[in-house]
DNA sequence: CTTGACATACGAATTACTTAGTACTAGAAA
DNA sequence: TTTCTAGTACTAAGTAATTCGTATGTCAAG
């Protein structure tokens, strides 16, 4: 059977987002980075924590009296999911009206394009 | 001050999609719509109609002794800001990334890269 | 040994999302 | 007129997401 959905919640990613940068990470090094940008409780952060290796995004084992929590599974993997979600609820499945937005709409800068322009000659 | 989140839960983007669809349509279009893929109560769809009016994603007005709604937004400015939201929220508001992801994945199809260069060469 | 610092475990409250039941109303049909 | 039908209004309940408080345990410093 498949893995599911591989959606993440936006606590959740912006979480996961900073283990993947550390490669490791425990509870007290993401609830000081959280705190940088907004007021949040360390329990908070745990039970977040927690939530995220009862779903099978984090493994943790145990360091000195804390745990040290590492991804489970690449971040590309994950983003991935993500997007396969966001495409399927947004265009049904279909990436290609996706890009015409993302072209139309200027979220696109020049140099992206022409690393756009690139990827598709060297997918030739 | 900006609009806000401009952002659809999935169940209120699945009633958009109707609506943007027809033009116009009352809760029965939708709800036998709906049911064409799921249980569903003709209430509930017209819950969620109400909510979406309220949010302002809907307008109503009196047809015969039913609502017809009609979309109070184009579908592109919508999907727009559901497009931007994701990228803020996932890749930190940065398109290029997302791209990147496409690409490589294979959600793209060869048509599409196609697509994209001709999308490309027409914006220079 | 006692205390303080720091960690986890557990439980609970709040809010948003989703679903749907019940009561009521007005027009159509008998 | 009475009854049936199709609609709206209102209420409520379940689930998930997010937040955090309290209780508890352990190690180290005094």
Redesign the pocket.
């Given at each position: 059977m498949r893995p599911r959905h591989n959606t993440l919640?936006?606590?959740?990613l912006e979480i996961m987002k900073l283990v993947w940068q550390r490669g490791t990470a425990?509870?007290?090094d993401v609830y000081e980075a959280l705190l940088e940008r907004r007021?949040?409780?360390?329990?908070?952060v745990?039970?977040?924590m927690?939530?995220l290796e009862t779903k099978g995004y984090l493994k943790k084992r145990r360091q000195d009296?804390?745990?040290l929590y590492r991804p489970a599974h690449p971040k590309n993997q994950i983003i991935g999911g993500m997007i396969r979600e966001f495409i399927d609820r947004v265009f049904n499945g279909s990436a290609e009206p996706l890009l015409v937005h993302l072209v139309k709409s200027r979220h696109l800068s020049e140099k992206d394009l022409q690393k756009i322009a690139r990827m598709v000659k060297e997918s030739e």
């Open positions: 919640t936006p606590q959740e425990t509870v007290r007021k949040i409780a360390y329990t908070t745990m039970t977040m927690k939530i009296r804390a745990f």
